[in-house]
Nanobody
Framework: VQLQASGGGLVQAGESLTLSCADS????????MGWFRQSPGQDREFVAA????????YYADAAKGRFTISRGNAKNSVYLQMNSLKPEDTAVYYC??????????????????????WGQGTQVTVSS
């Protein structure tokens, strides 16, 4: 698994942005995927996750109702559609791959240690 995130940029509050994360490896379909973000001076935090079948999605409270995670296995990609962006969404966004959350539990889907492959990050800046 080799992840490459893209799609970040500078937008105004209320606008939308879609992040993409492509895997150049051959195991993408078997991996659960997650998006995390890190703001300056803050710890990296969970944003959203999706199991390998694309059946179960989990979101941080800050993302619920505004962000949507999806995957296109044919394209070895995972996406994060972000609507109604706010200045507090400004961060570097990272995609990550997990061979499978421990016991398939939601708690572990939100845990960074469950992910063993990380992309390089893409900057999202939301101006007010």
């Amino acid at each position: 698994v080799q992840l490459q995130a893209s799609g970040g940029g500078l937008v105004q509050a209320g606008e939308s942005l879609t992040l993409s994360c492509a895997d150049s490896g051959r195991s993408f379909r078997t991996y659960a995927m997650g998006w995390f973000r890190q703001s300056p001076g803050q710890d990296r935090e969970f944003v959203a996750a999706l199991n390998y079948k694309g059946e179960r999605a989990y979101y941080a409270d800050a993302a619920k109702g505004r962000f949507t995670i999806s995957r296109g296995n044919a394209k070895n990609s995972v996406y994060l559609q972000m609507n109604s962006l706010k200045p507090e969404d400004t961060a570097v966004y990272y995609c990550a791959a997990s061979p499978g959350w421990t016991d398939g539990l939601e708690y572990y889907a939100r845990t960074q240690n469950e992910y063993d492959h990380w992309g390089q990050g893409t900057q999202v800046t939301v101006s007010s």
